[in-house]
Each structure stands twice: as structure tokens, then as C-alpha cells.
């Protein structure tokens, strides 16, 4: 209720979770006109000095009004930003300045085309898993053990670490480097543990945690306020996030000592659920038992969000036999690795509507050139999370039909059903537990758009199968006919 006038309609408030901040403010914009708040978050309190008491109140009583609603509108992860901000206003100009940016490609710094140019052999040395070339360049260069060799600020450790395949080559560094270079962070904050959580590399975790004698990036956050821990949950990784709960004791203990006041407790709790890493939100729900009290309302609605967890919502598993790529195409993945490996940053190019390299092979179904990029990329869970214009992940392209002359390659619409279904599981294996559930501008899950971009192909294959069964049954007959007379 604003102004004494209730509305008929409960309206929905749009969640901004740090992506698409343009769309994310025209919706809210929007919102606030229809409730008559927008010139207080956008201007701010006029001069009490002007104003009567009734309405200096109902002055105080709107920017109350538009700063909950700010509140609301903010996932867990982004809160924290605000939490701070005493009006609507200063809320509101707070992410304006940490999200807005500019939505057209900027020009990289100087520095860093000359940081990736000089150190593009190492990088490539890295990818190919080549540790006499990795060792060879280090001694050769003084600096390459902290230097900058991606865009994203990345070192040499990052990148191996990511790579999750090239741990002889993460050894070698974590051993060769100092504590003070193994701690360095990228652009986006993560130190190399992080890397590691996100990537679900516990081998490399565990070398680096010997290396780091007194545990201090365990709890070391990025720009987004996640810690190891945090990620590692965030990423569905599972055996990570086991392993690193055992070593953030300190950070849970104060997070249940303070009762979770950054909500960054419920927010772990929130994503063990997601996940359906059940047995580890309730060992910590055992642990500290007084983050159910806490955060109990919101927990109970992630649940509700996994009727799979529950025996009346589970679904028979569909079985799926490993299909051999039926793509014939050739020298596709070869002009691929050449040019990622020539220019490692041509992964992030998009097009007009922000389909990277990603997306692109998976809306083309060019699985081998997929393959190869999952493989080789060593931010492949960065790609991952991205998202186009219209607010689809990788799961939303997933899901719709793959291009006919892709289709045609599989012969019945029985068998293509099957590999399309075989082909959205497996990259719903590899994407972030929570996307499997996200939805797009339209309100669409990814469930959603392959159910209807798949809806004509289950008819078809229920009527191929009825044609195969009744050719089965006359073979069947004739055969029995002929061995009768014989």
C-alpha cells in the first residue's frame, strides 16, 4: 500500500542476482511508477524544511516503502551492497555505479595486450599440458610466475588450476612459487583456491592448502563476496565443497556466532538445497542448529523448489545409451584449437545478441567443437555462466531442437528424441545446479523450452515406434508361418 491507495493487482518484484543489470532497472523503473516511488528513488527526499509534518511522514513512510522493495528485489549475493544505504535513493545509485558499466566492448588496456602477447607460449604450454616447456619459460623470464597472461588478470597457476587437467603443471608452480604469488587474485577476485573450488579441481586444492600453512585463503573472498566454500557450492561441486567445509569452521562458527547477519550462512545453506547436496546442508544444519531458526521460512521454500528430493515427486530415470557423435564434418575442432590457440581471448567474443563460442556450438549442436573448447578452455565455468540478451543460460539453448540437418544425421524420430534428451543431460551435468531450474526474460526454464521445442518430434517418435512394432509383429508372423508349413 503507497499513498493510501491499494493496488488490485499484486504485482511481481523482478530479482536482480548481478546479471543483466539494464533490464534488471527498466523493469524496476517501471515498477516504482506503477506505485507512485519513482521520483523518491530517483531524486531523493525533498527539503524537510518545505514539507508539513503529515507529509515530511508520508515523505519517510514512501522512501521506507521504495527502499524495501529495493531490499527485496536483490538476491542474497548482491544484498550486501546495500545494506548500508539509509534511502531509496542511495541504494539505487549504489548499483547504478557497480553494475550500469558500458554495454559496448571496450578497447583492452595497452598492458594487457602486451602481457598476453609475450606470455602466450606459456599459456599454450599450460593448455597443452607441456610442463618441460612451462619449466623452461619460468626460468627463462623472472616474472612469468606472477605475470598477468589472460585478460581476465589471470597467472599462470590460475590458469593451470582451471584447466583442472594439467595438475603436474600445478605442482611444479605452487612449489616454485611464494606464498605471496600463489595468493594473488584476478579480476574478478578469486585467488587460485577459488579456481579450484569453482573447477571442482580437489587435487589442486589440495596442494594448494599444504602450500598455505596458515590456512588464509580459505576465507578470502572475491568480488562477490563468495569465499572457496561458497563457490564450490555454487558450482555444484560436491566432493569440493565437502572437502573445503571441513577447513571453513572459523568462518561458520562467527557466521552462527553473529546469526548470519550477512545471510552469507543462509546463503550457503540456500545452495547446498539448490544443489541437492542434501546431506550436507543438514550436516550443517546439525552443526548449527541455530541457522534453521535463522533462515528457516526461506529454506523451506528452496525445498519446495526440489520436488525430486521427495519419493511423490521423483520421476522414473530415462536410461540413455552413449551415442557416437554423428557429426562428419571435418576440420572443424582443428581451425577451432588453432585459433583459441593463437588468440586464447577469442573465447569471449559475442555477437549482437551475446551468443559466445558456447552458445553458438550448442545451438548448432557441433558437439566435438563443444568438446574440445569444454576441454581446453580454462574458464569454461566463466562461459558457462553467461547469458544472452533474453536472459537464457546454456540449459535454455539445450533445450531447444536441434537444426534438421543436424537431426537428420540420426536416422527415426525415436532415436533423435533420444540423443536430444541425451544431449540436455549432459550439459545439465556441467552447468551450475541452479540453471537447471532458471528462467529467461519470458518466464521460461530450460525444462520448459525443450518440452515445447520438442513436442512435435514425441509425436512423431511415438509413431515411428508403432510402425517399427507393427513390421515386428508381421516379420514375427511370417516367420512363425513359414516355420509351421516347414
Given at each position: ?18 546479471e ?12 516504482f ?17 518545505t ?26 549475493y548482491?544484498f ?92 611444479y ?24 573450488a569453482m ?7 589440495n ?8 590456512q ?5 573472498e572475491?568480488?562477490f ?6 563457490e ?21 562458527e ?10 552469507s ?26 541457522l ?7 529454506l523451506?521454500?528452496?525445498?519446495t ?34 585459433i ?8 569471449w ?9 558456447f552458445?553458438?556450438?550448442?545451438i ?20 558457462l ?21 543436424q ?65 515386428c ?14
Amino acid at each position: 500500500m503507497v499513498n493510501g491507495k491499494s493496488n488490485s493487482v499484486a504485482l511481481l518484484v523482478p530479482i536482480f542476482t548481478g546479471e543483466k543489470y539494464h533490464f534488471w532497472s527498466i523493469k524496476m523503473k517501471t515498477y516504482f511508477l506503477s506505485q507512485n516511488l519513482w521520483k523518491i528513488v530517483n531524486e531523493g527526499p525533498e527539503n524537510t524544511s518545505t514539507l508539513s509534518e503529515f507529509e515530511l511522514q508520508q515523505q519517510q513512510q514512501n522512501d521506507a516503502a521504495a527502499l524495501f522493495i529495493l531490499q527485496q528485489a536483490l538476491d542474497d549475493y548482491i544484498f550486501s551492497r546495500i545494506s548500508e544505504a539509509k534511502t531509496a535513493k542511495d541504494a539505487w545509485q549504489i548499483l547504478k555505479a557497480e553494475f550500469q558499466g558500458n554495454s559496448e566492448t571496450l578497447p583492452l588496456p595497452e598492458q594487457d595486450i602486451k602481457n598476453c602477447k609475450k606470455y602466450l607460449p606459456l599459456y599454450n604450454a599450460i593448455l597443452e599440458g607441456d610442463l618441460l616447456s612451462v619449466q623452461q619459460l619460468c626460468d627463462e623470464d623472472k616474472d612469468a610466475l606472477e605475470a598477468r597472461i589472460t585478460v581476465n588478470w589471470d597467472t599462470a597457476l590460475h590458469v593451470a588450476v582451471g584447466t583442472a587437467n594439467a595438475n603436474h603443471i600445478v605442482e611444479y608452480l605452487v612449489n616454485k612459487m611464494s606464498m605471496d604469488q600463489v595468493s594473488l587474485k584476478n579480476k574478478e577476485g578469486n585467488t587460485v583456491l577459488s579456481v579450484a573450488a569453482m573447477a571442482g579441481n580437489l587435487q589442486a586444492a589440495n596442494m594448494i592448502m599444504r602450500k598455505d600453512e596458515h590456512q588464509s585463503l580459505i576465507e578470502v573472498e572475491n568480488n562477490f563476496d563468495g569465499i572457496p566454500l561458497i563457490e564450490a557450492a555454487r558450482h555444484g561441486q560436491k566432493k569440493m565443497t565437502e572437502s573445503l567445509m571441513q577447513f571453513s569452521k572459523s568462518y561458520l562458527e562467527y557466521a552462527t556466532a553473529t546469526r548470519f547477519e550477512d545471510n552469507s550462512g543462509g546463503y550457503l545453506l540456500s545452495l547446498l538445497i539448490i544443489a541437492g547436496f542434501y546431506d550436507l546442508a543438514l550436516e550443517l544444519l546439525r552443526r548449527h542448529k541455530r541457522l534453521g531458526i535463522y533462515v528457516g521460512e526461506s529454506l523451506l521454500t528452496e525445498i519446495t523448489r526440489k520436488p525430486s528430493a521427495f519419493p511423490s515427486g521423483r520421476r522414473r530415470n530415462i536410461k540413455l545409451r552413449q551415442y557416437v557423435n554423428v557429426s562428419k564434418e571435418l576440420g572443424v575442432c582443428e581451425i577451432v584449437k588453432e585459433i583459441i590457440k593463437s588468440f586464447p581471448d577469442a573465447i569471449w567474443f559475442t555477437n549482437e545478441k551475446k551468443h559466445n563460442i558456447f552458445h553458438l556450438t550448442i545451438i548448432n549442436r557441433q558437439e566435438k567443437v563443444f568438446n574440445l573448447i569444454f576441454k581446453i578452455s580454462s574458464h569454461k565455468h566463466l562461459l558457462l555462466m553467461s547469458r544472452d540478451v533474453y536472459g537464457n543460460n546454456v540449459l535454455h539453448f539445450v533445450g531447444l531442437l536441434a537444426p534438421e540437418n543436424q537431426l537428420n544425421l540420426i536416422p527415426g524420430a525415436a532415436l533423435q528424441m533420444q540423443h536430444e534428451l541425451q544431449w540436455f543431460k549432459e550439459i545439465e551435468n556441467i552447468v551450475q545446479p541452479a540453471y537447471k531450474v532458471d528462467k529467461n526474460f519470458n518466464g521460461e526454464t530450460p525444462a520448459m523450452i525443450f518440452t515445447e521445442a520438442h513436442r512435435e518430434l514425441v509425436k512423431e517418435g511415438r509413431d515411428w515406434m508403432k510402425v517399427v512394432a507393427n513390421s515386428c509383429s508381421l516379420a514375427a508372423a511370417l516367420i512363425a508361418t513359414i516355420v509351421s508349413e516347414c
